[in-house]
């Protein structure tokens, strides 16, 4: 693997790139599609009793909602930090409301991508991933002939800093894509570094943004495409993130991530205009366990597509990776320290298998 510094794609640059699978998005169009191919069913899906019904009343609870206005106002501040901190330490996820990313900026970025995946299958794959690399159109995270397929394709380009991006891998169609992810991600810089900012206090960890200055962030268009033995398959693996903060849009009104919560599945109900936001693994590691980088999977519906938007951040790429100073004074570090580079290349490495990385990076485990 090349890695080139002050490059911002570099980290999306793995030994010999995702195995190539078939596009889901046109074999679900096809005839063939009543015949699911054995390499896409769950046998471990048989074992329903473990997802909650979205509409149960049941006694987990819905996930925290954080309101972004009130970090910064001077009266409600201090409580919605500390609520904050509490949802990541005993959530790893929250939906996040009044964020200030106008709906022009998302309802653009919706469109584009929209409207990109209704291209046909060769243009779109005049933007397929390159052979060394998961950038572009394509799958991620296929390792192996064995391994079992995930119910969807995705499109992941990287956004910053700026003169990393590939625009070879941007498309021309539709004219207004360019613009839209450049805005969408410029918002969605603004709202991490925001709640960066209030989990370094919470955490009393000294310049914790800045550890994320001119941050790297990729965004990941998902595409779920029905599927007619819906309940048998799976549109993204169960897995945590491996970056440092995740911020999801929900594209379609169709549901269907899932979080593990003490043990069961718990079906996510986005509020109408809020992100989704999820602790990566880069932070449980540096605050030392007491952030969660949770384990979530997304599951597909029998007569509709869904589409989602996930940007994730990851550390500037000079640096290390483990427990930062302040997290151990009172207590031995639970995770090993790697470099940058280091992390990146065993991360790749891995298939999307629940928290594999976070096992990788344990001491004593
Ligand atoms: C991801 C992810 C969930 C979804 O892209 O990492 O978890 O709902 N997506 O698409
Ligand atoms: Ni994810």
New binding site residues.
Partial sequence: MELEAGNGNMILKKGGGSLPVPNVQSFAASKARTEILEKYIRPELNDSTLVLNAADDHDQGDIPVIDLSRLHHPRHSEDEMLKLSLSCEHWGFFQLINHGVPDEVTEKMKVAMGEFFQLPLEEKKEYGQPPDSVEGYGQAFVVSEDQKLDWGDMYLLSTNPVQGRNLKLWPANPPTFKEALEQYSLEIRKVTHVLLDSMGKSLKIDKFDDLFEDCLQSVRMNYYPPCPQASKVLG?SP?S?GGAL?ILLQVSEVQGLQIKKNGVWLPIKPLPGAFVVNIGDIIEIMSNGKYKSIE?RAVVNTERERMSI?AFHFLSFHGQIGPLPETLEKSEPCYKTLTVQEYTRMRFSFKLEGKNILDHMKLGA
């Fill in positions: 993204l897995h993130d995740t979530h996930a």
